[in-house]
């Protein structure tokens, strides 16, 4: 085995901070650590409030990732946290075997607000497991095998979730299985019917919004063609709203921005309200068959957790509010038009994709992103590249920012820009990020 050039901490890093990253460095992640290092990221985030995080050293940072949306509401959302600290007086995570009036309630939510005849929940602790658990249920109600996806697309690191997207990680760790697996380019519809004409597919999934490829948006009438295609050839249509869900696009979910009802969506991540971990897989009548005829088809001794439901109803109810929507439009518009003349100046920004708070920036440059990534770091945002297309930036501010962060965002940005374009890297590696 070759051998490793040996790894230290920047000489910037406090002394606790020295000692997190050579921790984590040595028991829990070392790849990553060494990968953000030398990207000039070496990020430990110590204290959180709203908008920002800030680094052990007192670094204060945008945060414009939300670790994929999962901080929709900012950091430590005052009502959510009330909500948690109410919820823990009496109790727990309860028991998975039995019913439970949290798990109830939410799950009413849930068919309540979801597009089409979506009715049944299953949750679970994450999306890659509510993935799998819609990849089982179309599988189970189809007789089918086969799922296709998208290429460069991600719907998490498990057996089965991992396997639908990008091929990279599942091959690494022996778990590609192209037989079952079937990929397709994202915004190419002929390709999508050549895979489905077989009549042996039991599901297409799909991110409304690819995040992980940059968030390329979806050609007009795209994704309406997918799910016509899937009626056509008894092909279920799985719509993965794990990143596009719960208000980011200026809808509930993204996928009612398109006119589809999907005959299962996915959500999670911003669920939780950054609280509590919790995802669901939410099932129409007929795919959800088999809850009523197996009531142990899939259990999860933490999915679904009391406080957890808790916490999510509670994140339902805020981002349904009409206010919160409208305040997306708002901050997506004026960051659109603050980008648009952005570019006017600096060429060096090439492509604005948006649809809400859900945006992904192009840069003239194959490791833009990451030099960009660096620049912002350093000028105090905190956004990342997107792991299958390290020229495109994931930007992706919260549903509660208002306009004076939107400018304060803008004026960082355009001096980015600047920087960005002196930064010479040797890092390539490619952080899977989410």
């Not at 990279?168 to 489905?196: C, G, H, T, W």
């Not at 509670?314 to 003349?341: H, K, M, Q, W, Y």
């Not at 920036?361 to 912002?376: K, Q, S, V």
Request: glycine share 12%; proline share 4%.
């Amino acid at each position: 085995m070759e051998a490793r050039t040996p790894w230290e901490v920047g000489t910037g890093a406090s002394g606790n901070k020295r000692r997190v990253l050579e921790l984590a460095h040595e028991y829990v992640m070392p790849g990553r650590v060494e990968a953000l290092q030398s990207m000039g990221v070496p990020l430990v985030i110590g204290r959180r409030d709203g908008n920002y995080i800030w680094d052990l050293d007192g670094h204060q940072l945008i945060d414009l990732h939300l670790n994929g949306g999962t901080y929709s509401l900012g950091h430590r959302h005052p009502e959510v946290l009330d909500t948690l600290r109410q919820a823990i007086e009496t109790l727990d995570i309860g028991n998975h075997h039995f019913a439970s009036e949290p798990r109830a309630e939410l799950g009413e939510m849930l068919a309540k607000h979801t597009p089409g005849d979506l009715h049944y929940s299953v949750f679970t602790s994450g999306g890659s497991e509510a993935i799998d658990v819609a990849v089982k249920s179309a599988r189970y109600a189809t007789g089918r095998r086969k799922i296709v996806g998208i290429e460069a697309g991600y719907h998490g690191r498990t057996g089965i979730s991992g396997a639908i997207g990008d091929d990279s990680s599942a091959r690494y760790f022996l778990s590609d299985q192209p037989a079952e697996y079937l990929k397709v380019p994202f915004n190419d519809i002929d390709a999508m019917s050549e895979a489905l004409s077989s009549g042996d597919v039991a599901a297409v999934v799909m991110e409304t919004i690819p995040a992980t490829s940059g968030f390329p948006l979806p050609d007009t009438g795209y994704l309406p063609a997918v799910k016509a295609l899937c009626e056509k050839n008894g092909t279920l249509y799985v719509a993965d709203e794990v990143q596009t869900g719960l208000g980011r696009t200026g809808r509930l979910w993204g996928v009612e921005n398109f006119g589809v009802n999907p005959d299962i969506l996915v959500t999670g991540k911003g669920l939780s309200g950054g609280m509590y971990p919790i995802a669901a897989t939410v099932l129409s009548r007929p795919v959800g068959g088999w809850l009523r005829e197996n009531g142990w088809g899939h259990v999860s001794t933490f999915g679904g957790a009391e406080i957890g439901c808790v916490v999510a109803k509670n994140v339902l109810e805020i981002t349904t509010r009409p206010e919160i929507l409208a305040n997306v439009a708002n901050v997506s518009r004026r960051l659109g038009d603050g980008f648009a003349d952005i570019q006017t100046r600096e060429p060096y920004l090439t492509e604005v994709r948006r649809c809400g708070v859900v945006m992904g920036l192009r840069f003239d440059h194959p490791d833009g992103a990451i030099h960009m990534m660096r620049a912002l770091y350093e000028l105090g945002i905190w956004a990342i590249f997107a792991g299958f297309d390290s020229a495109v930036l994931q930007c992706k501010p919260s549903l509660i920012a208002d306009e004076a962060l939107c400018d304060d965002i803008l004026t960082r940005f355009e001096a980015a820009i600047g920087n960005a374009k002196n930064i010479t890297t040797g890092a390539t590696a490619r952080l899977i990020n989410d």
